[in-house]
């Protein structure tokens, strides 16, 4: 039994690392068009890591022939530590922020000074994918942020993204589910309405997809994040005419801790970012 766990533990301390590395598909391809030339960074959520999307990003390399080139490690005080280096086709970023108890307002900063060493490497457009919180921070940055991006943000997607909860960074006893109508959601979070607040600065043209998860019929979300809260996005997004699209995830792989861990949602993000 020591034996084994000491072979488990290696093993684990392994992947942790080789998780949070760049890997490429060693697949020698030009870009051909401008859509597989635009490099897509990933946010994870609250107290997410290396983990967070470490998965998902080597199955986008594995099967779609992406490259996650980049790491970005983002220390408690905004320092970049960059390992890896850009390549031409289809690239991916991988954002990791030190502080795991940091918030949207201060991480939207820190996206800032990536976007600023992006556009200084020779970037001129990106793309977005978030989890649960990281949606947040993404759109707080394009918000908040709307004169001072010095790249074009072209596509973001958003999985699981708690845009009408109370509490973006703490589950709350029950999921938090109020009734949508034309007009938006019938009560309004202070979450929800602080993203209001700058939603008609948003740059023009980005196109979303949007993504939740349920459970099960009789359950309406994904765990922690209802139905109702991811798709209040419409609702802000509604104002600047903007192209928004919806994917309903459902089953025992919607949960919100395993919809960056589903194949579909890998499949539709790859449809989304490069059109395959």
Known sequence: MGIILVVGSV????????????????????????????????????????FSFGFLLRRLVKKYGANKSLVIIVDRH???RLI???????????????????????????????????????????N?????????????????????IPVKVNRVITIAGPFNDSEIAKNTRDVEDYPIDSTGPQQKTAVYRALAKK??????????????????SSQQNDGQVSLTSAFSLRYLLRDPIIYYRELVIRGSRATHRLLHENRVVDAHIAKFIWNV
Request: net charge positive.
């Open 84 to 126: 890896g280096d850009f390549v031409d086709y289809r690239c991916l970023i991988q954002v990791i922020f030190q502080d795991k108890r940091s918030r949207p307002k201060q991480q939207a900063e820190w996206l800032m000074r990536i976007c600023d060493l992006l556009a200084n490497r020779g970037v001129s457009t990106i």
């Open 11 to 50: 093993l684990l301390a392994k992947t942790f690392i080789l998780i949070g590395r760049p890997i490429n598909s060693h697949v020698d391809q030009q870009a051909i068009n401008q859509i597989d030339a635009v490099p897509t960074l990933f946010l994870p959520g609250y107290f997410g890591n290396r």
């Open 128 to 148: 977005f994918v978030g989890h649960s919180m990281g949606c947040i921070t993404i759109f707080w940055f394009l918000t908040h942020h709307q004169h001072d």
């Open 199 to 216: 939603v008609t600065a948003m740059p023009r043209g980005i196109k979303f997809l949007n993504i939740a998860g349920t459970i099960s």
């Open 78 to 80: 905004g320092k970049l």
